[in-house]
C-alpha cells in the first residue's frame, strides 16, 4: 500500500473522508458529501452525508476565489454548482493535509500531499475560510449556459470518483486547484483556457477568467472584482437556511 492509500492516517479536519460518487442515469449520488459547521473560535460540527442531485437540475455555475493572505499574487480556487431549487454543490480542489501538518508551496511541489476533490454545502466550504481563517472570499458568475454547466459538473464528478479509485499526488504547479477547473474546461471546450502565467500564479486567475469572456460581468475587471466580494455578507451569516442566497443577493455583476 502505498504513501497516499494509508488507512491509519490522522487527517486533517474537514479532510477525513474522499467522497464517495455513483452514477446513476441522470442522477449522481455523493457520499462522505461534507457539510460541517464552523465557529469564529476555532469550533466545529462535524458532518458527512450522503445525498443525490437530479443533474438536469443544474443550473449555474460560480467560480470562488480565496486569496492568500501572505501574497495575493497566490490563491486558492473553487466551484460552487446551482440548482433550480436554490442548493448549491461545492468543489474544493486541495491538498490533503495529515492532522497538523501545514500546506506549504515546496511541499506541495515535491509531492507531500495526495490530492482530494472537498465535495460539500456552500455554509461549510465558504463559512471555513471566513469563520475560522478569517480569509477574503470572492464569488464570480459564470457566463456558462445551463448544458455546458452540466457537462462541467459530471466530468468533474468523474474524476472525483477516479480519485476515489486512484489517488493521485497534489502539485503545487501542474496538479493544484486551478489547474483541475482548467483541465475540465478544457477537456469539454478544447483550448478554452491556455496556458499563461496567470494559470501558475493563481491569484489572478479571476482577471483571467475576466479576460477571456468566461464570466457574467458587463463592468470593468476592478468593478467586477469590487461586486464579488462577499466576505462581509458571508461572514457570521452561516447558520442563515437562505446562506446561498444571502450572499448573492444585490449582487449587481453583469446587470
Known amino acids: 500500500m502505498n504513501s497516499i492509500q494509508k488507512k491509519d492516517v490522522v487527517w486533517d479536519v474537514g ?12 442522477w449522481v449520488h455523493i457520499g462522505n458529501f461534507r457539510n460541517f459547521r464552523y465557529d469564529c473560535d476555532g469550533g466545529y460540527t462535524e458532518n458527512y452525508e450522503t445525498r443525490r442531485f437530479d443533474i438536469s437540475k443544474i443550473v ?42 501545514s500546506y506549504g508551496i515546496l511541499n506541495g ?13 456552500e455554509r461549510d466550504i465558504i463559512g471555513q475560510r471566513t469563520e475560522v ?20 459538473f459530471r466530468c468533474i464528478m468523474g474524476r472525483a470518483k477516479k480519485l476515489a479509485e ?6 503545487t504547479i501542474f496538479n493544484n486547484c486551478f ?15 491556455p496556458w499563461s ?23 470593468s475587471f476592478e468593478s467586477t472584482h469590487d461586486h464579488a466580494n462577499i466576505t462581509k455578507k458571508a461572514k457570521g451569516h452561516w447558520r442563515r437556511d437562505d446562506f446561498s442566497a444571502f450572499i448573492r443577493s444585490k ?5
Open 166 to 171: 486512484s489517488p493521485e499526488k497534489y502539485n
Open 133 to 152: 481563517r478569517g480569509d477574503d472570499v470572492f464569488l464570480y458568475r459564470s457566463n456558462a449556459t445551463p448544458e455546458q454547466v452540466r457537462l462541467f
Open 179 to 193: 489547474t483541475n477547473i482548467r483541465y475540465h474546461i478544457n477537456r469539454i471546450w478544447p483550448k478554452r483556457i
Open 197 to 219: 502565467w496567470r494559470v501558475l500564479i493563481n491569484g489572478h486567475t479571476d482577471y483571467l477568467a475576466y479576460k477571456l469572456g468566461l464570466l457574467r460581468s458587463n463592468e
Open 109 to 121: 511541489v515535491f509531492g507531500a500531499f495526495p490530492l482530494m476533490y472537498v465535495i460539500a454545502d
Open 15 to 26: 479532510m477525513e473522508k474522499i467522497p464517495q460518487i455513483t452514477f446513476d442515469g441522470g
Open 60 to 101: 449555474s455555475a460560480d467560480f470562488i476565489v480565496i486569496p492568500f493572505a501572505e501574497t495575493k499574487d497566490l490563491a486558492h480556487t473553487m466551484m460552487s454548482f446551482g440548482l433550480e431549487d436554490g442548493q448549491y454543490i461545492s468543489v474544493s480542489v486541495e491538498a490533503r493535509r495529515r492532522s497538523g501538518q
Open 251 to 255: 449582487q449587481t455583476v453583469g446587470g
